[in-house]
């Protein structure tokens, strides 16, 4: 019976009315053993994982025919069929797959620029795992769960988009069991590979010159000292580095070829005495960081002077667009920053309503951010005049390139002490070059030299700002 039973099971025939008739039938028969009430019990609930009806069907004990205790335990579908499809799953549910995220709108794709961790190290929760760089700043993947890497699916140098893995990471493996496997295979690797690099130029090495000798007798050596004319003596290649080019750097510049094969590009220059700026920060750069906790600098001077310009000559501020001249009735200075990973230019919104302090403390910010690589594609975004001061660096002077799309840049340089005459004397001033380099296509030479000779004025006086004259 129980043969019978466990066939039409097995075929897939029985229903809940046949499995029913079948065990009533067993009332007729002796006391059925505790074995073999079991052994039904268990055929019953090994099949009936595809049959949802079967829940509530009474199981065989040792002391009854027929049980009324529904037996739920055993048959519920989904549980029974997780319990024995999950050994042989590839979604256990242990690994954790590492995406590339969102970049920005305006960005599609990025290079991978390096994995911060390797097959094996273990890391935690939204723990830097890999860099991205794209055109204007480099984001951090990090990881979406506490675990060990177990494998890393991107190269480096690669070039990703939002929701390309990157990288697979186990909940529970070991660190100690994946990374030697790692370690030992790439340190492995090598030495094979230079036997077989050697071995394969030895022979090349040997065999060239009896093959030449067989085909011509050797030319005389040159006598030393003494180089063929039409061969010129180059340095080795092997004292060359070929290294390739950061997005961030590609993208810098081919902004700045666009700026100068689109933009009549003119320059014009003054030289501003900071002897007046600089006593006002003498005087009060102790008072100014006790009151708003941050260091007075010559940065806020300046571009408090460009705004006052700006206000005076707003064509500075206007762009081409087309045919036409847009007239921005509002001022986003962009100060370029300069880092090791290339040229960044964040954006100080609405300057034209903040005061010294409030710039300051957004020079700070930006400065930090530009040095750990934590700027947002957002607070780069716009601008309507560039601020590059390459004085810090030591430079004289220079002719700094529009930031596109842009009208003028304003290039501050080194304070240089320097002879000058003042009163009918000549006495040590300390001196800057100032540039402005402007599109000349929107900015006539007039308004560039009164834009610029409005800065030298608020510069060398700054009381002209309290009295807006």
Sequence with gaps: ??????????????????????????????????RVSSIVENEIAFHSGAWGNLRNFCHITPGCLINSKPMREGFHQDSFI???RRPF??????????????LAESISD????????????????????????????????????????????????????????IAIISRSADATHVAPSETTSEKAAPPPTQKVSEE???????????????????????????????????????RERRVPMTRLRKRVATRLKDSQNTFAMLTTFNEVDMTNLMKLRADYKDAFVE????????????IKAAVNALQHQPIVNAVIDGDDIIYRDYIDISVAVGTSKGLVVPVIRNADTLNFADIEKQINTFAKKANDGSLSIDEMAGGTLTISNGGVY????????????????????????????????????????????????????????FFLRRIKDIVEDPRRLLLDI
């Excluded at 799953?89 to 969102?102: E, L």
């Excluded at 085909?215 to 290649?237: C, D, I, T």
């Design 1 to 34: 019976m129980f043969g019978v039973l466990r066939r039409r099971v097995a075929s897939g025939s029985p229903s809940p009315l046949f499995l029913g008739q079948s065990v009533m039938k067993i009332r007729t028969g002796p006391s059925i053993p505790a």
């Design 82 to 84: 997780k319990k024995w």
């Design 89 to 102: 799953s590839s979604d256990s549910g242990d690994s954790v797959d590492v995406v590339v995220p969102p």
């Design 110 to 165: 990025g290079t991978l620029a390096k994995f911060l961790k390797r097959p094996g190290d273990r890391v935690n929760a939204d723990e830097p795992i890999a860099q991205i760089e794209t055109d204007k700043v480099t984001i951090d993947v990090s990881s979406p769960e506490s675990g060990v890497i177990l494998k890393l699916l991107a190269n480096e140098g690669d070039t990703v988009e939002p929701g390309n893995k």
């Design 200 to 238: 394969k130029k030895a022979p090349k090495v040997e065999t060239a010159p009896t093959t030449e000798k067989a085909k011509a007798p050797p030319a005389p050596a040159p006598a030393p000292g003494r180089s063929s004319p039409s061969e010129p003596q180059l340095p080795p290649k092997e």
């Design 291 to 302: 009151k708003h906790g941050v260091k007075l600098g010559l940065m806020s001077g300046f």
């Design 394 to 449: 030591g430079s004289l002077l220079s002719t700094p390139i529009i930031n596109p799309p842009q009208s003028a840049i304003l290039g501050m340089h080194s304070i240089v002490s320097r002879p000058m005459v003042v009163g009918g004397n000549i006495v040590p001033r300390p001196m800057m070059y100032v540039a402005l380099t402007y599109d000349h296509r929107i900015i006539d030479g007039r308004e560039a030299v």
